[in-house]
């Protein structure tokens, strides 16, 4: 597993990370999998239910120490504070690696918490979220540089991150990118036609290719597919050993991908 620079938070993370959501009683076996794999990133939330409880008890029981990123939805101080303190008891954490504000809508509100936190010590970068059609609001955080990771929506097929700018500054400002939901919640899965191109590189399913394609076009990125099924784990790690794809080749697949409506539906 190859590993990236998360941009100027001197934090590395292997290419390929496991985003939390889906972990439940089997998680242990997720993360067992994903250690096994050379995945060193979770990414969980305080709204996951019982995920940081998995993971804090797994972590404790194997002395795994990935890094870990977590989120929280709300705006408040106090509400923040409450949050953060829970997670890092169930993590089993003096500290969280990456601390999120899990509601674009929160993130006037919260960030001044969250920078008065990584002052404190109790966070090492502060990072905001995303989805399709939040790239406006990202690049505004963004530019105010106080924001060092970013959370974001990214698909080969639903590219508005990169169209819109959001990628670019994120480099521009030495940003880190996680990339949420890089399987657009189960609609890109298994083998298409369009993929036909990509069979030289290795590339056999949508995952494949939207994993790859997210890795060729994204310099500081992490990418965080979720599962609840260990035995997609080493498939999602095979791709941060794949061949980078010509980006002439990428073009001619795009164009094939953007001429499929059904690939186009967002979850």
Known sequence: MKKRELGRTGISVSEIALGCRWLNKGGAAVLKAAREAGITHLDTAAGYSGSEQIIGEYLQ??????????????????????????????????????????????????????????????????????????????????D???????????????????????????????????????????LLTGEHPVLAPLAPYGIKTLEQASFRYILDNVEYVTILPGTSKPDRISEFASVSEMKSVPVDLWEKVLAAIDGNPELQKLP
Request: proline residues 3%; contains cysteine.
């Open 61 to 142: 029981e194997s002395g795994w120490n990935p890094v870990i990123s977590s989120k929280v939805w709300a705006s408040e101080e106090g509400a923040i504070r409450t949050a953060l303190e829970k997670s890092l008891k169930l993590l089993n954490r003096q500290f969280i690696d990456i601390y999120l504000i899990h509601n674009p809508v929160d993130t006037e509100k919260a960030l001044p918490v969250f920078l008065k936190l990584k002052s404190e010590g109790l966070i090492k970068a502060v990072g905001i979220c995303g989805w399709h059609g939040d790239g406006a609001n990202v690049l505004k955080f963004i």
């Open 144 to 186: 105010t540089g106080d924001v060092d990771v970013i959370q974001i929506a990214l698909t080969i097929a639903h590219r508005s991150m990169v169209d819109g700018g959001v990628i670019a500054a994120a480099a521009k400002k030495n940003v880190g990118v996680q990339v949420m939901s890089p399987m657009a919640k189960g």
